[in-house]
């Protein structure tokens, strides 16, 4: 790797961070500069996971506000997400690329439904749960658990827009604020990448320079980013989450 190449790899790392604390999406960015500094796409593919661990970590660490309160919830998730992880890294290594690459696209583009139409579905559904006379699962209930934990089976094999899904889940099933929810998802991303990272160590290939690399900047950019999101208002961010998207479903679409 030459000295302009560290320099980008250690820049996108830096970009990646911030875009995965404000919204996710930063592999898409520190994907394609490893692939072209030679590295193949597998062992691309772990050296981010590996390499964005910190970042995710300084982006939780950014949000601790928001997760206040929010502990129980947490941790119910965190089940789903290791779980999921888990057996996406497994898959990385045992599956052609092919299989999700017709899937992928289309999940992004229902996320993006989702966070677009999620404030008058809450609207509807807390009309309906008023005039039913009941109230809301703090928790979200089965089928968020379920959505969480497939989103995490796809965050450890690729995770670009992950955190795209993950916000319109949560978004759409739980009776709290985009910030607090966006706080979540910095957690669940941070434990999936970890779990991840954790198993790549033992049965993958990786490249170290990369990896300190991407870690360095992606730590830089989390802080950078968490100051950004958390000052954005819901419906700004909610914008920045769907132009994220289009342009993940482009890229993935076009390459």
Known sequence: MTVWEALAVFAAGGAAGA?????????LVTFPVLLATGLPPVTANV???LGL???SLSGAIGYRREL???G????????????GGLIGAA???????EAFDAIVPVLIAVALVLVVVQP????????RRERNGTTARTDG???LLTGLFLASIYGGYFGAAQGVIYLSLMGLLLSDGLQRVNAVKNVLTLLVNAVAALFFLFVAHFDWLAVVLIATGSALGGLIGAKIGRRLPPAVLRGVIVAVGIVAITQLLLK
């Open 53 to 55: 661990v910190p970042g």
């Open 19 to 27: 875009m995965n604390v404000v919204v996710g999406s930063g592999t």
């Open 68 to 70: 206040a309160g929010q």
């Open 72 to 83: 129980r919830r947490v941790l119910r998730f965190a089940a789903a997400a290791l779980a």
């Open 91 to 97: 898959l990385l290594l045992t599956l052609p690329s």
């Open 141 to 143: 209930g089965a089928l």
């Open 47 to 49: 050296s981010n996971t």
């Open 120 to 127: 008058r579905l809450a609207t509807a559904l807390r009309a």
